[in-house]
């Protein structure tokens, strides 16, 4: 309760932090916003390739790369929210050892601030929409929860890295390889149909497949995720964040002692 | 009457890992190890941790608009208890309860993102004080007036000079309206004309009836800014009182350890006829090394106790530069002086004039003797000073040159 207060009080930090995230990342590249669109550009342009061109995979009418693009957007969500809030202690070590703010907030700014990213990717795919056969409709709306889901399992996957990364290093180098595999047990850059129909329900018990499809749907019509697995990935989400708060809280006592 | 900050039975103990291979740290691979061979043997770890105290059982209770210094020598806890005032360290027990807004100033630039423009960081600063945004802008122009960096203010801050970060830094702790305001050290840096309008401001805090705790070990500074002296000694408070008293006690307890003021430990040559007491450069402070200007002249003290009075003793001082070089023996005997004369404490003084010394690091050989035949006590290292040079010149780096630098009489006919 008193963290809550605390968080509340410190909204303007939070602010603060997710500005200087995202001014810092875009002052200092050459490119500036171009890497955030290059970056899914580049991945959906090798998984067309490879999936919709070397195996043939189908795509629901869909021009492949419009179809592995909105995979690529949604799952950047997730893969750079973990990373930045996993290393988020440490970016700000001096912050950490020298002052006194409610920790959580780090880790916050720096997953939340990946939602400029994916909002900057979104608006060149709604650019090219118009040329693929147009917008969907109202269940673009639908993009929203998919995103928020992306977001909360980012967030609580980012900060239990966080807190453990402050102690063990090693986890820095670990999270871009489960990054790495996560990708492709998730149907980021392939269809659904493309994995055993037996192994189905397994492939949507990964509790971040059904956002990516719903995403997908939202976009561009696709067939969107079976009810169940929507609300297992929403409690998964939720369950997550709540435990890694509570993980947070033991290790935020001794924050500043380990890093 | 309610505390300002109140603590209570404070300890902060670190422990510090020994790990397998011989260095400090944490492992993740180290602590697997460990656990698997706990496991296969079946008993819990084998503890190896080396344990710190830097703070053990403190309780005290500051009122609002008190001024209070820290004092101690490195490591005595004093900055432990400051993070653990500012909330960045948890004590190991015991707890700390404080009434307000706080401030901190742990170090220079605390906070401060290299990356982000000097206004960028005034918001950052202030938002991790708590407050809105609208509240730092009502004073923000004071804030960078203070701090004197207008012509900057959009400029990342990893491009300004060490003097205008420090500034800046210090400008956002004290304007931004902290009930309670704990600076450590951070006036060390910064020049003279600064350190003073900082302590100005200071002053005008607390006399808002706002608290301020400092660390410091400009004794200069703590004596004119605190009223309150509380001391620390390997982690426990050894004093708490006035100002003047807690400096004289910190001094005492200090014994030998300063480069600048060398003050004897208890038993001190006893058996000696003679031996001193302290040795100092006059104003010097107790912990750093004096600095004087070459425009200044240097004053060395010398307190000596005397038990027993002899013939032909002699008190010797010479000054070694930084290579090792002898550059002048004095002694009261070169003006007739005879520092023996009566038994008990006696203060002796001498003075290098202005700008003799050329600029640069040097310490004293003292000596109580009987020239070729005994010597009672026998002083070396210390006092040590620096010599800085004040005036600018267009002649370069080496246009001093030489052992001494006195300025001397041209003429032109």
Redesign the interface.
């Known amino acids: 309760m008193q963290m809550a207060r605390e968080l509340v009080e410190h909204g303007e930090l939070f602010r603060v932090f997710l500005f200087r995230q995202i001014s810092i990342r875009y002052a200092q590249t050459a490119l500036g916003a171009l890497w955030v669109v290059l970056q899914p550009t580049m991945f959906a342009l090798i998984y067309s390739l490879v999936f919709g061109v070397f195996a043939a995979a189908p795509s629901e009418g869909k021009p492949y790369f419009l179809f592995s693009y909105c995979g690529t957007v949604a799952w950047t969500l997730f893969a750079q929210g973990i990373e930045r809030a996993g290393t988020s202690f440490i970016q700000d070590e001096r912050l950490v050892t020298k002052t006194w703010f409610p920790r959580l907030l780090l880790p916050f700014a720096a997953a939340s601030s990946v939602l400029l990213d994916v909002l900057v990717a979104i608006t060149l795919l709604f650019i090219a929409l118009p040329f693929f056969g147009g917008f969907t409709g109202w269940s673009m709306l639908l993009a929203i929860p998919a995103l928020l889901i992306l977001l909360m399992l980012a967030l609580g996957a980012g900060t239990l890295l966080a807190a453990i990364n402050v102690r063990w290093r090693d986890i820095r180098q670990a999270t871009p390889t489960l990054v790495q595999v996560l990708v492709w047990v998730t149907p980021v850059a392939y269809p659904l149909v493309m994995v055993p129909e037996s192994m189905r329900s397994t492939a949507l018990a990964n509790p971040l497949a059904a956002p990516i499809l719903l995403f997908r749907h939202a976009m561009i019509g696709t067939t969107p995720p079976p009810a169940w697995s929507l609300a297992w990935s929403a409690a998964v989400a939720v369950a997550l964040l709540l435990w890694a708060i509570q993980v947070f809280r033991r290790v935020e006592r001794t924050l500043a002692d380990h890093i | 009457m309610t505390s300002a900050i109140s603590v209570d039975s404070i300890s902060k103990c670190?422990r510090i890992r020994q790990s397998a291979r011989g260095k400090y740290g944490?492992?993740?691979?180290d602590?697997l190890v460990n656990l698997f061979g706990s496991i296969v043997r079946g008993r819990i770890p084998r503890s190896s941790f080396h344990e710190f105290w830097a703070l053990r059982d403190v309780s005290l209770e500051i009122r609002p608009g008190e001024t209070v210094a820290l004092l101690g020598p490195n490591g005595a806890g004093k900055s432990t208890l400051l993070?653990i005032l500012?909330?960045?360290?948890?004590p190991t027990s015991g707890s700390a309860t404080l009434k307000g807004r706080?401030g901190?100033l742990?170090?220079v630039g605390?906070?401060f993102?290299p990356?982000?423009t000097g206004r960028?960081n005034v918001?950052?600063a202030?938002?991790?004080l708590?407050?809105?945004?609208a509240e730092i802008r009502r004073r923000f122009d004071e804030i960078v007036d203070f701090a004197g960096v207008e012509a900057f203010v959009d400029t990342p801050v990893k491009r300004y000079s060490s003097g205008m970060y420090t500034r800046l830094a210090f400008s956002v702790a004290a304007h931004l309206e902290a009930d309670i305001l704990l600076v450590d050290e951070v006036l060390a840096v910064g020049d003279a004309q600064f350190q003073r309008k900082c302590l100005g401001r200071m002053d005008a805090v607390a006399s808002e009836g706002r608290t301020v705790v400092f660390v410091s070990h400009n004794l200069a500074q703590v004596r004119s800014l605190c009223r309150r002296g509380i001391v620390f000694e390997k982690g426990r408070l050894s004093l708490d009182t006035g100002i003047d008293e807690a400096i004289s006690g910190y001094l005492s307890s200090l014994g030998g350890s300063s480069p600048s003021c060398w003050i004897a430990p208890p038993d001190h040559a006893r058996e000696a006829p003679m031996r001193f007491l302290r040795v100092g450069v006059a104003g010097g402070g107790v912990e750093e090394l004096a600095v004087r200007g070459t425009d200044a002249p240097i004053d060395l003290e010398f307190d000596i106790e005397i038990d027993r009075r002899e013939r032909s003793a002699q008190l010797a001082v010479r000054i070694v530069n930084d290579e090792g070089l002898p550059v002048l023996t004095t002694a009261p005997e070169d003006v007739g002086l005879d520092f023996c004369s009566a038994v008990g404490r006696r203060k002796l003084g001498v003075r290098i004039p202005a700008g003799l010394l050329a600029p640069g690091r040097y310490s004293c050989l003292c000596n109580l003797h009987i020239p070729g035949v005994v010597s009672f006590d026998l002083l070396d290292g210390v006092p040590a000073f620096e010599v800085q040079e004040t005036r600018t010149t267009t002649r370069g780096d080496d246009h001093r040159k030489g052992v001494v630098a006195p300025r001397l009489d041209w003429n032109l006919e």
Request: charged content about 25%.
């Open positions: 670190y944490t492992d993740l691979a602590d993070k500012s909330r960045v360290v948890r706080v901190s742990l170090e605390t906070g993102h990356d982000l960028a918001f950052l202030g938002a991790i708590g407050l809105s945004r």
